[in-house]
């Protein structure tokens, strides 16, 4: 099974920068689609941003959008999200996820998550 390594989370002041990075285990993995998911305490885990390989797109929330950057590597399949201007609000463990093929319903591949924790 493919695995999604992330990293770059950490402790940031408000209005301070951070980068996540997720790579696959297998360099050949080539997903359809690659996201960042986000859960803070008591609330559901939504999407931020996702990049879909064909046709080379990338889809934001309202929430980031203008802050955040989502770029892909495509030597290693790796897709990073760049945060800028961060708000106590973005405080969450952030996770990656892949939607392997453009048939399957769902994202079907999972990172382990990395805390993202912003201070006023």
């Known amino acids: 099974q493919v695995q999604l390594v992330e990293s770059g989370g950490g402790l940031v002041q408000a209005g301070g920068s951070l980068r996540l990075s997720c790579v696959p285990s297998?360099?050949?993995?080539?997903?359809?689609?690659m996201g960042w998911f986000r859960q803070a305490p008591g609330k559901e885990r939504e999407l931020v941003a996702h990049f879909t390989w064909s046709p080379g797109t990338a889809y934001y929330a309202d929430f980031v959008q203008g802050r955040f950057t989502i770029s892909r590597d495509n030597a290693k399949n790796a897709v990073y999200l760049q945060m800028n201007s961060l708000e106590p609000e973005d405080t969450a463990v952030y996770y990656c996820?892949?939607?392997?093929?453009?048939?399957?319903?769902?994202?079907?591949?999972w990172g382990q998550g990395t805390q993202v924790t912003v201070s006023s």
């Open positions: 297998e360099r050949t993995f080539s997903p359809y689609r």
């Open positions: 996820a892949a939607r392997s093929h453009i048939s399957s319903r769902d994202y079907d591949y």
